[in-house]
Nanobody, 124 residues
Framework: QVQLVESGGGLVQAGGSLRLSCAAS????????MGWFRQAPGNEREFVAA????????SYADSVKGRFTISRDNAKNTVYLQMYTLKPEDTAVYYC?????????????????WGQGTQVTVSS
């Protein structure tokens, strides 16, 4: 089994920053892509950012492009989401996800493993 544990969520004022972390453990495949998704109350879970195994391929949702940065440290089996210039509409539970293989993925159905989520609340 694979376990994903997110951390770093919290309450921040609009314009502020947060960094989320997601540590993977257990029976991960030798190579895997990772992604971040978020879900606000009453909304579908939506794609935020994704990164390939090598880190050379990265994708962002238009709503966060230029404000969020995804990165990973394969030696630590950890992926990060650095969030800048946060807005109230960024308020959601943020989930990390993992899929085996080299290729990046932007659709939630492509991921087989999910973390429990971490709450991010941005006050206006």
């Amino acid at each position: 089994q694979v376990q994903l544990v997110e951390s770093g969520g919290g309450l921040v004022q609009a314009g502020g920053s947060l960094r989320l972390s997601c540590a993977a453990s257990g029976r991960t495949s030798s190579t895997y892509a990772m992604g971040w998704f978020r879900q606000a109350p009453g909304n579908e879970r939506e794609f935020v950012a994704a990164i390939s195994w090598s880190g050379r391929s990265i994708s962002y949702a238009d709503s966060v492009k230029g404000r969020f940065t995804i990165s990973r440290d394969n030696a630590k089996n950890t992926v990060y989401l650095q969030m800048y210039t946060l807005k109230p509409e960024d308020t959601a539970v943020y989930y990390c996800a993992l899929k085996g293989g080299l290729a990046i993925a932007t659709m939630k159905g492509q991921y087989g493993y999910w973390g429990q989520g971490t709450q991010v609340t941005v006050s206006s």
